[in-house]
């Protein structure tokens, strides 16, 4: 896994934009996700003025884990905005929106929204410098 200080930047892998996200931005690690996170970095916030957003809908079937499969796929896709390279999805399968009053305002019985995750290739990125020399030497 990719050790980063919480204030160094990922980068496009394709032509090196700054994305203008940290690994402070990242998804708690071991977080569930009905869709796994297998090869993908999952953010919690990604800065939109860095990226292109696609919606993409389409018929075909797809199986990602037990827990999320179907026959339509509707999810957004990521583009990298200084060089439209694809670096991954917006899935719904974020953390459950506890805080609010529920769909509708109807209360927390009625289905419950989802934060966005937003799952980023780790090919597609390109990981923070590691941390100045100043870290070493310190256990
Ligand atoms: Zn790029």
Redesign the pocket.
Known sequence: MASASASASYR??????DLNVTAAHLFPAGLYFEAGNKGTLSFAWMDESRLRFAPEDRIAPFFETRNYWGIQRKRTLI???????L?GHIYDDGPPVMDGIGQLGMGPSQVIPRHPRYRIKIKAVAAPAPPPAAAYGKQ
């Open positions: 496009c892998a394709a032509c090196g934009a583009s990298c905005d200084a060089c439209g390279c670096l």
